[in-house]
């Protein structure tokens, strides 16, 4: 292996979210963020589908010499990560790895509830893999877990509409039924890397009262002790400060979204991504 950025995956613009605590946690280290805007939304989608769509991207992150890459998509995390990790990565190149969103993101829900109430706004996808319960009813059983989706949320935000008038109706929608659902919910989990660019209306139709937790800083802390812990794959990781970004979609629509989520310009390269093994 030869020294190469970090890989940070996702269907869209989402995982910038991630992207912008994991460069703020870990600054010394290169970046290659994918995002697979041409296919985007995933969440709607069967398990096959994200399964083919999110290995052909990692093994598109692989080409450009990424030994580790992050999934920073909850969707692709519940339904891709697992097989990629025990069926394709040992064909593929067992030294490489390929983390997820999920599991750190559970392990740190018990800092953030008070009466063990916990709501989970995901994808369809994430929300039918019930990944979020099955992981939360290992670590911590005797919390109570709604989980509901919110489908309309990511469309909104990849077609940079997320503080247009018309995202209010489906924040305050989805956040209400959430909580009709289970009135004693005091911790939402926004369990879509896409949801915080949606975290200023999230907040003001959620009452005081309920806190609103997102995955960036826990994921980056998640992948700071990771790194610390593998050395043997830290010193593989190269660091020149430097975050590089490619879209499957149009480039330049993609720069002008990506430069106001991250808060500085970006430059973006577009990539085709072959998803037939390629
Ligand atoms: N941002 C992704 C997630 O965290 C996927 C959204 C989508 O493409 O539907 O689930």
Known sequence: MTEAPIGIFDSGYGGLTILRDIERRL???DYIYLGDNARAPYG????????DFTLACVRKLFSYGCNLVVL???????????????????????????????????ESIGAYSHNGHIGI??????????????????LFPEMHVTEHPAPMWVPLVENGESDGPGADYFV????????????LIDLIVLACTHYPLLYDK?????????????????VADAL???????????CYCSKGSETRFLT???PRKFESLASIFMGRSVTAQRTDICVCGG
């Not at 709607?44 to 399964?51: G, I, L, M």
């Open 121 to 138: 706004l995901a994808t369809q996808g994430t929300v039918q893999s019930h990944s979020y319960s099955l992981e939360i009813a290992k």
């Open 27 to 29: 600054p010394k280290y």
């Open 248 to 250: 499957s979609e149009n």
């Open 72 to 106: 920073a998509c909850n969707t692709a995390s519940a339904k891709a990560l697992r097989t990629i990790q025990q069926n394709d990565l040992p064909h593929i190149d067992p030294d490489r790895r390929v983390l997820g969103v999920i599991r750190p993101t559970v």
């Open 202 to 218: 999230i907040r003001r139709y959620t009452p005081p009262h309920v806190r609103i937790m997102t995955q960036g800083e826990t």
């Open 172 to 183: 305050r929608k989805y956040v209400s039924n959430l909580l009709k659902t289970d009135p």
């Open 44 to 51: 709607t989608r069967s398990f096959d589908v994200v399964y």
């Open 224 to 234: 700071a002790l990771y790194l610390d812990r593998h050395p043997d794959i830290e």
